[in-house]
């Protein structure tokens, strides 16, 4: 069963440009979320997205934004990037068919922005 | 607001030896919690999972003990070895805030020595 995969692996994009993340989830899992690690914050959520609709959202400005697609694959989308915006983002899908369940992680995208 | 946290960023244990690693939390709507690992380059490993029901889950080399009234969880890696040496992520989920919104602790680097 091939694991959650992210392109591209890595990126680097200019101040003002924007960019598009891609992720495909596990075969079946039908929620995907995203999160943002830097070495300052940690892993931080950025949304979530579940039958195309997003579930829920973390404590990001509104540059960045999602969607999911009927086959469940997901975008993410940052625009206007700001040199900060460097970071390894992650995607993870689940099952999410009970009250909680176990995420599984894509290797990640990493962006700088220069 | 740090809500879940790792307080010590490194641990370094001799192979063959117990590893422990903690976690601590602040807020009592968490009832699940997981534990990860991280290589570089990598998207963090799924490892262990516990809910707020129990309080030892056990998956072979593995257990995740959980103290609710202290807020605590720990993770035990018996024996560890040398492949175990990455850094670890302790996660938790409040059903308030969406079963997939996974909240990080900073994470700690285990070093396993030969």
């Known amino acids: 069963k091939a694991g959650v995969t992210q392109t591209p692996r890595y990126l680097i994009k200019t101040r003002g440009q924007q960019v598009t993340l891609s992720c495909s989830p596990i075969s079946g899992h039908r929620s995907v979320s995203w999160y943002q690690q830097t070495p300052g914050q940690g892993l931080q959520f950025l949304f979530e997205?579940?039958?195309?609709?997003?579930?829920n959202k973390g404590n990001f400005p509104g540059r960045f934004s999602g969607r999911q697609f009927s086959n469940s694959r997901s975008e993410m989308n940052v625009s206007t990037l700001e040199l900060g915006d460097s970071a390894l983002y992650l995607c993870?899908?689940?099952?999410?068919?009970?009250?909680?369940?176990?995420?599984?992680f894509g290797q990640g995208t990493r962006l700088t922005v220069v | 607001d740090q809500q879940v946290k790792q307080n010590s960023p490194s641990l370094s244990v001799q192979e063959g030896r117990i590893s422990i690693l903690n976690c601590d939390y602040t807020?009592?709507?968490?009832?699940?919690f997981l534990w990860y690992k991280k290589y570089p380059a990598e998207g963090p490993t799924f490892l262990i999972s516990?809910?707020?029901?129990?309080d030892k889950n056990e998956d072979g080399r593995f257990t995740v003990f959980l103290n609710k009234s202290a807020k605590h969880l720990s993770l035990h890696i018996v024996p560890s070895q040398p492949g175990d040496s990455a850094v670890y992520f302790c996660a938790a989920s409040a059903p308030d805030q969406g079963a997939q919104k996974l909240v990080f602790g900073q994470g700690t680097r285990l070093t396993i020595n030969p």
């Open positions: 997205y579940f039958s195309e609709t997003q579930r």
């Open positions: 993870a899908s689940s099952l999410a068919t009970g009250w909680s369940t176990e995420a599984f």
């Open positions: 807020n009592s709507m968490f009832d699940y």
């Open positions: 516990i809910s707020s029901i129990k």
